[in-house]
Every structure is written in structure tokens, then in C-alpha cells.
């Protein structure tokens, strides 16, 4: 089934180690999101691909970055984890042609120790 | 920027009974609405959305309404069952599909 693939659904990484979180899906879509989830809010976009175009949200912090290598990838690059970066963080693709939906991956549950 | 409320934060109804989640907007030029379902440790999933240019749309026991002079838009989720039970997040978009600025949620119990 096509789908929305992320990698990997569980990561502890300790205080200030880089940590990569990875994105690919087979919907061929041309759009790739990045959004921070924290307990109990809604999800916060961080950043997104519009083919090899970069758009960073103005408030997203520094210590985030984003590489799409090719269509179908996309990772999330922590470069020192702080306490406050402990979250889900949620993978969403839409098509950017016509298709309004934003197809959203399972997650991944990054633990900061 | 856009701005999304959410009304209630949580909502508990029997099986059997209704359930309507409001949403408001603060700029006019949004044109995109989509419902998103989130259970316990998953990914939203979409659920039903509406563009500006519709008032109403239905798929099975899923409503929503958009009024688009007061800038609001609901979910109406009749013959609610157990499964139904999950967060509830609204949203609305600026660019036909990108940038949702995200409601902030509403935790919905069925009760058997």
C-alpha cells in the first residue's frame, strides 16, 4: 500500500547527541513536511519541502534541519538535543498539484535522556 | 498570521448520541479545512475536509459545515460509536493544502 514511512518509531538519544529521524513515502507526492508534536498539543509545523525548495518556518528553531536527497526521502537532523526537544515528531506528504490533503506518517517518539 | 480555536477541549457523549466540535478562523483568505483523527500513539489521520468554495459536506456518519461570512467550520459525527474515541484536530490553510495552522484539539470519549 502506498503510505507514509517513518524510522524509527521509537529513538532515545541523550542531552546534546546528534540524532537523524527519517521520512519516505511511495505517493510520489511532491510535498514533504516536518511537524513537532509535543504531549497533549496540537502538531507544529517545523519546516517543508516543495520539491528541492526549502521553507523553514520563521520560529523553528536553529538546532532543526531538514535533507530531502530525493523525492521519496526526507530526515530530520537534530543537532544537539535539548530537554524541550522531546516530542513526536510527524512526517506529512501532499501531492502539491491539485491534492489539498496532508497524508501523515505514524511518528516517531524521540526520548531525551 | 492564521489563527484556529477549538471548542471543546474535551467532549464525552454516550454510543448512540452525537458529537459537534467547533472550529473558528481568523483570516478570510483561508480556503482549505480538513478534519484530522488522532488515536494513542499514531499519526492524524484524515477524516473529511471541506474547500471555501463548499457550505456542507457528508461522508457517512461524518459531517462538517463551514460559514464562511462568520468564519467557522464544525464536525458533526452522528450514531457515535466506542471507536470514535480518539483527538480530534481541526485546521485551515492559507495555500490550498500547505501551511495548516492546526486547532488546538479535542479529546472525544464514547461511552458504551
Known amino acids: 500500500d502506498a503510505m507514509v514511512i517513518q524510522n524509527p518509531r521509537y529513538q532515545v538519544t541523550q542531552f546534546g547527541k546528534p540524532v537523524t529521524l527519517s521520512c519516505s513515502q511511495t505517493?510520489?507526492?511532491?510535498?514533504m513536511y516536518w511537524y513537532q508534536q509535543k504531549s497533549s498539543q496540537a502538531p507544529k509545523l517545523l519546516f517543508h519541502?516543495?520539491?528541492?525548495?526549502?521553507?523553514n518556518e520563521a520560529d523553528t528553531p536553529d538546532n532543526f534541519q531538514s535533507r530531502r536527497p530525493n523525492t521519496s526521502f526526507c530526515f530530520l537532523d537534530i543537532r544537539s538535543p535539548g530537554l524541550g526537544d522531546a516530542a513526536m515528531y510527524l512526517c506529512?506528504?501532499?501531492?502539491?498539484?491539485?491534492?489539498?490533503?496532508?497524508?501523515f506518517g505514524p511518528g516517531t517518539r524521540l526520548t531525551v535522556t | 498570521g492564521e489563527n484556529v480555536e477549538q471548542h471543546p477541549s474535551t467532549l464525552s457523549v454516550q454510543e448512540g448520541d452525537s458529537a459537534v466540535i467547533k472550529c473558528t478562523y481568523s483570516?478570510?483568505?483561508?480556503?482549505?479545512f480538513p478534519w484530522y483523527k488522532q488515536e494513542l500513539g499514531k499519526g492524524p489521520q484524515l477524516i473529511i475536509d471541506?474547500?471555501?468554495?463548499?457550505g456542507e459536506k457528508k461522508d457517512q456518519r461524518i459531517a462538517v459545515t463551514l460559514n464562511k461570512t462568520a468564519k467557522h467550520f464544525s464536525l458533526h459525527i452522528t450514531e457515535t460509536q466506542p471507536e470514535d474515541s480518539a483527538v480530534y484536530f481541526c485546521?485551515?490553510?492559507?495555500?490550498?493544502?500547505?501551511?495548516?495552522?492546526f486547532g488546538p484539539g479535542t479529546r472525544l470519549s464514547v461511552l458504551p
Open positions: 506529512a506528504t501532499s501531492s502539491g498539484t491539485g491534492g489539498y490533503e496532508q497524508y
Open positions: 483570516d478570510s483568505a483561508s480556503n482549505y
Open positions: 485546521a485551515a490553510s492559507l495555500n490550498y493544502g500547505q501551511n495548516f495552522v
Open positions: 471541506i474547500r471555501s468554495n463548499v
Open positions: 505517493l510520489n507526492h511532491n510535498v
Open positions: 519541502y516543495y520539491d528541492k525548495d526549502f521553507n
